[in-house]
């Protein structure tokens, strides 16, 4: 534990020498300006960078997957173009375009799955060559002072639509790792609103990283912006690097022997992470009107922290079905470990011949709250020429790895208590095992000890 503080302390000391220090090419940017990644690899510096990037998932949206039941072998997979229900839409049905006039009140506006995409959308996802190098949003990920007000969709003099950039060279002067806004601008609106689709924030008040000052890349450390991720039922696209809570804790993280036994077959998050938040179902055969006159999904939602996860094991392989995305795991499967998971529900349209969930793009249910215009628009832009559209359910498992806290970790008790949080017949363990394991006779005497030490 010491030598992790120590870590942790060099790492907020780094990062803040690393903001603080001037960026060398500060002159020769405030004497020429700054025209984007061929400003950033001229006189010599982060030569070959730009066609690098290409290749990653933050600008392809997707990537091979190897882990994942019933999706084809060397295909790729990501935002680009899967379907499931916290979006029913994906880049290529979804494709950010402006939507038609509001009937009610004339009003129109951009919207598309790639507003996050860090290009300038005339190079859209998973777009090559000199022109895609040339349009990648260096700054919006790497400046302290990037003017967000800046990017948003616009129309050029052709008519095309186009994703505005801060390149100012106040943005330019000012960049360094990316910080926690930087990250949170896309991935904390993800899915359709503020804390909807993982239901984190980020802050010292909820995560005890953040309440350490550590920023997003100090665990997700890219190297060649390759950024490593966690596993995740939902999360498929991958750069293939890979981050745990081990990478910095160990594998026997707690002085206490009990504890280390249980890391054996139960992850960290399980006992670190005992809440999850965000949208519990949301309802794309029926769009609510807000009071701009636009609709939106109709959405049940709670605040980031307030409901509880539910645990399975995990082997960190998925199952894949059109009425189900979850983890794929057994207790006798010794790869699996219990994870906690959040629990999400999503009704939408299936194809009653096909039994596969039908996409949507959202501009025609945006503007007049027809969701079948959306279904049919998606199946032109896909080709699908006969379906026949049915109302139904999808259940999706999302990884729960952040709002991590040490202070509100589960205890003994709140897992085998007769009333805890752990569905052990669910998980497998006969009758006669949960009879043991929900006996307080387990966990009394140390939870006594504990006790009279905080008293």
């Given amino acids: 534990m010491k030598r992790y503080l120590i870590v942790l302390s060099l790492l907020v000391i780094a990062g803040t020498a690393a903001q603080a220090k001037e960026h060398p090419g500060k002159a020769y940017i405030e004497k020429n300006g700054y025209q984007g990644p061929s400003t950033c690899e001229s006189q010599g510096c982060h030569p070959g960078t730009a066609k690098k990037f290409l290749g990653t998932v933050h600008w392809k949206h997707s990537s091979t997957v190897d882990n994942v039941d019933n999706v084809e072998p060397g295909k790729e997979y990501g935002m680009k173009n899967r379907i499931y229900t916290m979006c029913n839409g994906n880049d290529i049905v979804n494709n950010l375009k402006e939507i038609p006039p509001n009937p009610k009140t004339g009003k ?3 919207t598309g799955c790639n507003t996050c995409h860090p290009g300038n959308h005339i190079s859209d996802v998973g777009s090559t060559g000199r022109d895609a190098e040339n349009a990648i949003d260096c700054l919006v990920c790497h400046s302290q002072a990037y003017d967000y007000r800046l990017r948003k969709p616009y129309k050029d003099e052709v008519g095309r639509v186009v994703m505005g950039q801060d390149r100012s060279v106040k943005a330019a002067i000012a960049v360094g790792k990316p910080g926690v ?3 949170m601008v896309c991935h904390e609106a993800a899915g359709g609103g503020v804390l909807l689709k993982r239901g984190f924030s980020y ?20 190297k060649d912006h390759r950024i490593p991720t966690g596993y995740d039922p939902n999360n498929w696209a991958n750069d293939g690097v890979r981050v745990g809570c081990s990478d910095c804790h160990g594998e026997k993280p707690h002085k206490d022997e009990d504890n280390n036994r249980h890391a054996g077959r139960i992850a960290c998050q399980t006992c670190h992470i005992p809440r999850t938040g965000g949208a519990l179902a949301k309802d794309f ?15 049940l939602r709670m605040e980031a922290n307030e409901t509880a996860p539910v645990y399975a094991w995990y082997n960190r392989t998925v199952a894949n079905t059109p009425a189900f995305i979850g983890p794929k795991g057994s207790r006798t499967d010794k790869e699996s470990r219990i994870y906690p998971f959040k629990l ?30 959306g279904v049919a628009s998606a199946a032109k832009t896909l080709g699908i020429r006969e379906y ?18 040490k202070e509100k970790a589960l205890s003994c008790a709140n897992c085998h208590a007769q009333n805890g949080v752990l569905n052990f017949r669910a998980l497998g363990y006969s009758e006669e095992e949960i009879r043991k ?17 905080e008293w």
Avoid at 213 to 222: L, N, P, Q, S, Y
Avoid at 437 to 453: C, N, R
């Fill in 181 to 183: 806004k930087n990250c």
């Fill in 344 to 373: 999400y529900e999503g009704k939408a349209f299936f194809d009653r011949k096909t039994g596969q969930l039908l996409s949507m793009d959202f501009a025609p249910p945006m503007a007049t709250g027809d969701t079948l215009a």
């Fill in 108 to 110: 129109t506006k951009f």
């Fill in 285 to 299: 055969t029926k769009w609510t009107q807000g009071s701009d006159g636009f609709y939106e999904p109709t959405t």
């Fill in 388 to 405: 026949d559209p049915v109302s139904g359910w999808q259940t999706v498992y999302f990884g729960s790895n952040h709002l991590v806290t």
């Fill in 437 to 453: 394991l929900t006996s307080a006779g387990i966990y009394f005497e140390k939870m006594a000890v504990k006790q009279k030490e």
């Fill in 203 to 222: 802050t010292k008040e909820t995560d005890v990283h953040a309440a350490k000052k550590m920023v997003c890349v100090d665990c997700h450390g890219a």
